[in-house]
């Protein structure tokens, strides 16, 4: 009996000794035979800990002292090296842990940190393979500093999540031959709350539920969404960094910062342990309406390992209103919708309650980007248009027992071998001489400009030409047809002339700021006339210009091989002197926006503006239709609209135009470009550029004509602020009659004016494919035109009076269509259906044309 109780009591003692063990964090400092004291945590040294043993100890290096900005530069002065296979094993009980090794590059005594290579695995969960720490630290310093972060590393934090089991933890250095491995520290963190569900839905619906069972799981990210980084000491159950996110948005333009640091609790169903409470004190919502456009997205851009699923994290918690509906939102996560109609209030229980949402996605073998976005969800009306996020994770998940990648940034089989060394060296000596003789060869050339362009002593005072012949091709033959494209092939054919620069100074009268009809993104425009007395437009790049030289070969190849009546026409270009200059036909009316609002001149007619509208159409869908592929215009907006003597309207700006996508395609992957305000908010979400991208751009133009107002107007109050917004509340309750320009009064039919809102409401489809074709709106806009003519035959005949049936912009804001005149409805209906039919068919005999006339223009052998 007495054996009895004793087994009993030594079976209590060893379970409350691996309850200690598992309640208690390992943390060792490799290399060392003491402990030190790091961030209120003592750190064990290696050989000294008495619940872990190294198989193969290696050697140890040391430095005096660690960088000082360090966190961990007291743990960092000691490093244990291996230069063969060498096990750490950790007695803990089963359960799960996060487990983190550090590295920092200090100099080796008698090694290079540099030529370290490695692989790592725990517990057969391949962690790293080919790792080098140094190649690792540059390339995030160097993603670093493409996004203007002030922050810079010298040191890894490598953190997994994995379940163990009876057996502990057993972590293997694994060097490759020739080379060494090496580790600063190792924390074992043990995780008592379930961190992660054992089944996730994946984003999209598809490939159903995600099972993580048995699954390794790395940390990527993990970011503190709006304000500073938390650091380990305010997270003490689990000692987690959360990074600030500004590094990784693509526009922090986009959002602003909302802060509550009161009465903070967790949801009913949180579990504390996910996330700390000072994560959910700060969060981005999206730019205040008074200054920037509500349907763009906040977006978050990282880069990821192909081939591998992703476990995105998101926090939330209402720091703002206080009743569900005031915030309502979309998730999107690598361009596809994770959840829509989202409301943080709701979800949570009410304000200032924290949660959690897991979404997973897969990132394909040759894809290394992952996104995500939160925009407004339109569907949830005007009151819920914002978005919040307090906080973010990304974690890596493995595959077939495997979380390693190699990046491609580092050969091994070159690192040490010397056969391959010589070669290597071989090329980059060869590579240096041809450099030296490149640089040579640009500076004679520089030189060669420098005194030609002294020969024209009358430039402008200030202005700093662009060096483009060597990118250009141009030569001082101004009768070269063939000149290269950015990438030294031959480019496409030009049409145009080729200006000297000096027939160019006598045209604009050396540049003469009198001359100048405009300003846009690429430079100022003059007016001009060459030798012939023609009139001209001159457009002249300027050197700080957000557009450059891909623009100026866009827009020449584009013109010359585009021919339409509603396409304005490039005369010409000048490449000389440095200059980038394009010569146009010349607008006399200028843009359609100097019409519609912020200047003197007269106020177009509504026939007018449905003439302008159906003319821009019409060089839209020629450019649509008009090539293999077509051609999106990428900048559809009132001042790309221009008007001729005869206010006849022509496309124009091509500098942004990108080649459709071909017969097996569905877009064009491209980053985004456009003008605020027009921007097609799916193309901005995706990064998918398809004609609808044009449909959206037309549909805020068309607003813009009906309302004659600017698309973004700060100054308004805050639900007015932008122009398709506006409209489309108004024109969703059938009262776009309301806000119409008043100089419209008297001569704008509601019928047409109800048709040409429709219209326009269908081109502002949140999704493309619920949006027209150009082909389709240039129908309906035909038939607005048939409409109203109609009417205003009927009112000249008497058949009813203008007072009935024409449009009254405020005071009348609430008459509702009448039809209980017969003698209208008859004459509307009479010659607009009729009218239908023949504009159909008069668009389909033209894009036949328009596709030989295309053909032979870009085939010059067609005629």
């Known amino acids: 009996m007495g054996s009895y109780w004793l087994i009993v009591m030594a079976l209590s003692l060893l379970y409350i000794d691996l309850g200690e ?16 004291v790091v961030d209120g945590r003592t750190w064990y040294g290696d050989l000294s800990f008495q619940n872990l043993t190294v198989s193969f100890p290696g050697s140890v290096a040391s430095t005096a002292s660690a960088n000082g900005n360090l966190m961990y530069g007291d743990l960092y002065k000691t490093a244990r090296i291996f230069n063969q296979t060498s096990n750490y094993t950790f007695k803990v009980v089963s359960g799960s842990y996060y487990l983190r090794l550090h590295f920092y590059q200090f100099p080796l005594e008698n090694s290079d940190v540099n030529d370290s290579l490695f692989d790592v695995t725990a517990n057969n969960l391949k962690l790293l393979t080919q790792f080098s720490v140094t190649n690792e630290i540059s390339h995030k310093n160097s993603y670093l500093q493409s996004v203007e972060s002030n922050s810079t590393l010298s040191s890894l934090r490598k953190e997994y999540f994995i379940d163990v089991g009876m057996d502990g933890i057993l972590v293997k250095f694994v060097p490759n031959e020739g080379s060494f491995a090496f580790v600063n520290a190792i924390e074992i963190i043990p995780v008592l709350d379930k961190l992660f569900l054992d089944s996730i839905n994946k984003v999209g619906g598809s490939g159903g539920n995600f099972s993580l069972s048995d699954k390794g799981i790395e940390t990527m990210y993990r970011l503190n969404v709006g304000t500073s980084k938390v650091e380990p000491a305010q997270d003490q159950d689990l000692w987690r960094i959360w990074e600030n996110d500004y590094p990784y948005m693509f526009t922090v333009a986009a959002s602003e910062v909302l802060s509550n640091k009161s009465n903070i609790s967790y949801a009913s169903n949180e579990k504390p342990l996910v996330a700390p409470l000072f994560v959910y004190e700060d969060a981005r919502t999206m730019i205040n309406a008074e200054v920037s456009e509500k349907r763009i997205n906040i977006s978050w851009k990282f880069e990821v390992h192909p081939n591998f699923d992703y476990l995105v994290r998101l926090h939330f918690c209402e720091l703002f209103y206080d009743k569900p509906g005031q915030r309502i939102f979309r998730i999107y996560v690598n361009n596809q919708t ?138 001082t033959d101004a009768r070269s047809k063939f000149p290269h494209s950015t990438n030294g092939s031959m480019a496409t054919t030009r049409l145009g002339r080729r200006f000297t620069i000096v027939e160019i100074l006598i045209s604009t009268k050396n540049f003469d700021e009198s001359l100048v009809i405009g300003t846009g993104g690429f430079g100022q425009v003059y007016k001009g006339e060459i030798e012939d007395g023609t009139l001209v437009a001159i457009k002249r790049a300027h050197p700080q210009s957000e557009q450059g030289l891909r623009e100026f070969e866009t827009e020449i190849e584009m013109l010359s091989k585009l021919r339409h009546r509603h396409l304005v026409s490039m005369i010409g270009y000048c490449d000389e002197q440095s200059e980038m200059i394009l010569v146009y036909e010349y607008m006399a009316n200028g843009t359609l926006r100097s019409h519609l609002f912020g200047s003197n001149l007269p106020a177009l007619s509504w026939k007018q503006r449905l003439d302008v509208c159906i003319g821009a159409a019409r060089g839209l869908h020629y450019l649509h239709t008009g090539a293999e592929g077509g051609i999106i215009h990428r900048d559809v907006k009132t001042t790309n609209i221009l008007l001729d003597e005869n206010f006849v309207a022509k496309v124009a700006d091509f500098g942004l135009s990108k080649t459709g996508p071909t017969l097996d395609q569905t877009h064009v992957s491209t980053a985004v470009k456009g003008s605020f305000g027009y921007l097609d908010p799916e193309y901005f979400r995706r990064q998918q550029l398809t004609e609808k991208s044009d449909v959206y751009s037309f549909g805020v133009v068309l607003f813009e004509v009906v309302c004659a107002r600017p698309v973004i107007n700060p100054s308004l109050p805050k639900n007015q602020i932008n122009l398709a917004e506006w409209a489309i509340r108004w024109q969703k309750q059938g009262s776009l009659e309301t806000i119409v320009d008043p100089q419209l009064e008297g001569s704008c039919s509601l019928e047409s004016l109800k048709k040409f809102g429709e219209i326009a409401e269908k081109c502002l489809a949140d999704e493309g494919k619920n949006r027209p074709t150009m082909g389709e709106v240039l129908w309906h806009l035909e038939y607005v035109l048939q409409l109203h003519e109609a009417n205003a035959r009927c009112d000249s005949g008497g058949s009813f009076t203008r007072s009935k049936n024409a449009f009254f912009p405020v005071q009348n804001a609430g008459i ?35 596709r030989v006339d295309f053909s032979q223009l870009v085939h010059p052998q067609g005629r």
């Open 338 to 475: 994770a959840a829509d109609n989202v409301d943080v209030f709701m979800k949570a229980g009410g304000k200032d309650k924290a949660f959690h949402k897991d979404y997973i996605d897969s990132v394909l073998q040759n894809a290394d980007t992952l996104w995500v976005q939160l925009g407004p969800d339109i569907t949830a009306g005007d009151s819920g248009t914002d978005a919040l996020l307090n906080g973010l994770e990304i974690f890596k998940i493995s595959r077939n027992g495997n979380l390693a990648h190699v990046s491609g940034r580092f050969d091994p089989g070159d690192k040490h071998s010397s056969g391959k060394k010589g070669i290597l060296w071989g090329v980059i000596c060869g590579a240096v001489v041809l450099v030296g003789i490149f640089c040579a060869l640009c500076v004679f050339f520089c030189c060669k400009q420098k005194k030609k362009a002294a020969q024209i002593n009358n430039h402008p005072t200030g202005w700093r030409p662009l060096f483009l012949h060597a990118t250009l091709g141009s030569t």
């Open 21 to 36: 063990a598992q309640m208690n964090p390992v943390l060792i400092n490799c290399g060392a035979n003491s402990s030190v």
């Open 816 to 850: 509702e269509e009448n039809r209980s005149s017969f003698g209208e409805e008859d004459c509307i209906m009479s010659k607009g259906e009729e009218g239908k039919s023949d504009t159909m068919e008069r668009i389909r005999s033209e894009d036949t044309m328009r």
